[in-house]
């Protein structure tokens, strides 16, 4: 008799593949709310006009914004679902403990951003096909951008989408933890933006903390703080986690 020796990175190695291949539903959402924000963005974010007795013109702004917006959604819920109790119970099908379980979700949906970072790119550059050939305009003006621009777009548009799923892992975690929460952290985020309506202040908590990384114009300095957001966020649901009940 003897007994095999099985490494922690060996069992999170196969419940990824397992959830690569379990989890694609999530990649079937994802091109759907695409779809939904290339539809939206047709329309424009906003733009202006003028002109005189001789001549009009009308200007409009186009960008994959809201299709940025829709997918940062899809990663804030698809790490949501990750968290509950189903999905935690498919890693019982392995020998494994719940390290594993959660450096194979981390890795998922790291996957799963990169992914969402792939797909951006192209639905960006269908959004500007739609509107050549869906638009009737005679003057079409693109901002060029250089090959470092768009490798720095790419990567802080995967950043984004990591960003929300580690928050929306803590969220998840915190709901399994109590039920609770269900009611707490939505009435926390209303709640600021209420009274901020109320007090008729300039910005909220919510905003505040947006703006650390929008507005943030160095690109190392903004990976730095995602790396260090997401950690935190990572290892505080994993702590969270290990208070919860094990399977029965």
Known sequence: MYLTKVSLWDVVKKQLRFK???YRGMFTSLMMLQIIGLLFSLGGEGGGGGGSET???SMNYY???IILAFMM???FISAIVVTTQAYRFDDYSFVANRLSSHLSNILFLGWASVIGGVTFVLASQSLKLSFLFLK?????????MTVLQMAEGFAATILYLFLFTAIG????MLVQRSKIFIIVLPALLFGSLFLNVFLASESTLV???GQIFVRETSFLLFLLKVLFTTTIAYGSAVA???SLEVRK
Do not use: C, H, M, T
Not at 136 to 144: A, G, L, Y
Not at 169 to 172: F, I, S
């Open 169 to 172: 892992y803590l969220v998840g």
């Open 63 to 65: 960008s994959g914004n």
């Open 55 to 57: 001549f009009s013109y």
């Open 136 to 144: 009737d305009r005679e003057f079409i003006e693109s901002q060029p």
């Open 73 to 75: 959604i899809w990663a």
């Open 240 to 242: 969270i986690s290990n």
């Open 20 to 22: 690569l291949k379990s």
């Open 207 to 209: 905003i505040d903390i």
